[in-house]
T-cell receptor, first 111, second 109 residues
Framework: NAGVTQTPKFQVLKTGQSMTLQCAQD?????MYWYRQDPGMGLRLIYY???????DKGEVPNGYNVSRLNKREFSLRLESAAPSQTSVYFC??????????FGPGTRLLVL | QKEVEQDPGPLSVPEGAIVSLNCTYS??????FMWYRQYSRKGPELLMY??SSGNKEDGRFTAQVDKSSKYISLFIRDSQPSDSATYLC?????????WGAGTKLIIKP
């Protein structure tokens, strides 16, 4: 079992560029999440998906879009990157007991 | 005011010491609480969770919740250098976890 995988591990973008962060889980979990983690701020929820075909906004959704492609995959898209989106992005999935399992993260730098 | 407050540290203690990590929260609707451990440049991993007030023990780790004062603690006995990490507390309400900012712990050999 790979658990939760994320690609890429690291990315540098210029302001205004777009990109998609990929996430996949092989634990057959229904719920998946995207977080960003910034120094001193902890984990902040961007979007989540309670099941295939549904997505909902979290605490900080502005500037992001998501797609729950199927039960395994949940992608996060930045349409026009801004320096304020420089962060570490984590994808997670949760089991029926609501324990969240995290991927290794994507470090994004927007210049 | 953030819903979950946590001192960012760093907290530096000698190997073998008892470590106390703490969080306070403001949301009375939190149904249960979790502690996650995050090593540098890794994703968080679940360490312990507890549903109610009182203590829960797992090896060298004890999680404590005091709902009357809205205070949660994680104690680590016989601390080891491998315990050096950032410890995140979280409260769960409905569909999501609300996270503290994390406390960086350093265990000195």
């Amino acid at each position: 079992n790979a658990g939760v995988t994320q690609t890429p591990k690291f990315q540098v973008l210029k302001t205004g560029q777009s990109m998609t962060l990929q996430c996949a889980q092989d634990m057959n979990h229904n719920s998946m999440y995207w977080y960003r983690q910034d120094p001193g701020m902890g984990l902040r929820l961007i979007y989540y998906s309670a099941s295939e075909g549904t997505t909902d906004k979290g605490e900080v959704p502005n500037g992001y879009n998501v797609s729950r492609l199927n039960k395994r995959e949940f992608s996060l898209r930045l349409e026009s990157a801004a320096p304020s989106q420089t962060s570490v992005y984590f994808c997670a999935s949760s089991d029926p007991q609501e324990t969240q399992y995290f991927g290794p993260g994507t470090r994004l730098l927007v210049l | 005011q953030k819903e979950v407050e946590q001192d960012p540290g760093p907290l530096s203690v000698p190997e073998g010491a008892i470590v106390s990590l703490n969080c306070t929260y403001s949301n009375s609707a939190f149904q249960y609480f979790m502690w996650y451990r995050q090593y540098s440049r890794k994703g968080p991993e679940l360490l312990m969770y507890t549903y109610s007030s009182g203590n829960k023990e797992d090896g060298r780790f004890t999680a404590q919740v005091d709902k009357s004062s809205k205070y949660i603690s994680l104690f680590i006995r016989d601390s080891q250098p491998s315990d050096s990490a950032t410890y995140l507390c979280a409260g769960r309400s409905n569909y999501q976890l609300i996270w503290g900012a994390g406390t960086k712990l350093i265990i000195k050999p």
